[in-house]
């Protein structure tokens, strides 16, 4: 199959045409890219899991355009979706719901619950307003880390898909918060850019942090995931990523540490990839230095943050990349 990239501002029709007839096509969100497909169609669903190399029992998030549309997917829902909708949506959380009939088990990998998230990308919302609501994982080779442009894609799945709607670099950065609303209290799954503090303000309880997280009702969080084809740590502090680099460099690798600016003079003239100033800069710069990491260098040292929030979503996607690893 000859996978073409196409501007989304021109391709939006033709992306839901293909839609239509149980294609599936890439599309543009705030958080990573998503590889789509109409959510009510189990074979079009089945198509995605073959694409990207996913294991059978990982759910997909369903992609909607209008909160309306909450309606055609999921069943029971409780008022705080409503509260959330209301403040994050469109944006970068997906909230579990009991799933609607019209869902098939092939999204929802056999599973009672279904994810729901209105992206905040008017391509996106668009593309899903002309076909349907789209079940989409993150456009990425199962395992392999999600994509922030669509050249990310075309490397990774090149020849899985026919068309990669072009809505230039995400926004966001990373993947969006996953809280589940079917247990008894709010349960971040996945943590991402709206935050527990965030989503407290709105539901007054949410259970989060490290340990719920890992015990992970979300079955896509056992997973490797996020990681780099070459070796990666994480770095404490600047100066461990620096004698890190000197290490390995005297062992005849080709290291570089992925840091922000504000480094440049403890990093000096070894290979540096730049994560910008702030942690939004950090964040939506991340999954792309290590796509260029990776191309270019053999061991990857990325410069961990330790602050809350925001610091803590990211830190999770980059102890993932370096398989816990920190140095
Ligand atoms: O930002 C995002 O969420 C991106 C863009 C494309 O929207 N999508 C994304 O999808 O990251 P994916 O499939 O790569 O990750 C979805 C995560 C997985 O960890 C999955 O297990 C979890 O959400 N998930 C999906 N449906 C679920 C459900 N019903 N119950 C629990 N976890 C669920
Ligand atoms: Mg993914």
Redesign the pocket.
């Known amino acids: 199959m000859v996978t073409e990239i196409k501007n989304a501002n021109i391709a939006i029709d033709e992306a839901a045409a293909l839609i239509k007839r149980g294609e599936l096509v890439v599309f543009p969100?705030e958080?990573?890219?998503?590889l789509g497909a109409n959510a009510f169609d189990s074979k079009a669903v089945a198509k995605i899991f073959k694409a990207k190399g996913r294991p059978q029992d990982?759910?997909?998030?369903v992609?909607i355009s209008s909160i309306d549309e909450v309606n055609e997917i999921a069943v029971d829902i409780p008022s705080d979706f409503y509260k959330l909708a209301e403040k994050f949506m469109p944006g970068?959380l997906?909230v579990?719901l009991k799933k609607g009939d019209k869902i098939p088990y092939a999204v929802?990998a056999g599973?009672e619950?279904?994810?729901v998230?209105m992206?905040n990308n008017a391509y996106a919302r668009e593309l899903i307003a002309k076909s349907y609501p789209l079940a989409?994982?993150?456009a990425n080779r199962s395992k392999h880390i999600?994509p922030t442009t669509a050249q990310h894609v075309y490397e990774d799945l090149n020849g899985e898909i026919s068309l990669i709607l072009d809505g230039g670099a995400c926004s966001v950065g990373i993947?969006?918060t996953?809280l589940?609303l079917t247990s008894d209290v709010p349960t971040i799954?996945?943590p991402g850019a709206v935050t527990a503090e965030m989503l407290l303000d709105i539901v007054g309880k949410v259970s989060e942090n490290g340990k719920i997280i890992k015990v992970a009702?979300?079955?896509?969080?056992k997973y490797t995931h996020y990681a780099p084809i070459k070796e990666t740590v994480s770095a404490k502090s600047i100066d461990s990523a620096v004698s890190e680099y000197d290490r390995v460099r005297a062992e005849g690798k080709s290291p570089v540490i992925v840091a922000r600016d504000i480094y440049r003079d403890k990093v000096q003239d070894r290979a540096q990839i730049s994560l910008g100033v702030t942690a939004e800069d950090y964040t939506r710069n991340i999954y792309g230095a290590l796509h260029e990491a990776e191309k270019s260098y053999d061991y990857i040292i990325i410069e961990e943050l330790h602050g809350g929030g925001l610091e803590t979503s990211v830190m999770n996607r980059v102890t993932k990349a370096a398989g816990g690893k920190s140095v």
């Open positions: 969100t958080t990573v890219y998503g990982n759910p997909l998030i992609h970068p997906t579990i929802t599973g619950t279904v994810g998230r992206p989409a994982p993150s999600s993947e969006s996953v589940d799954l996945r009702k979300a079955p896509g969080m």
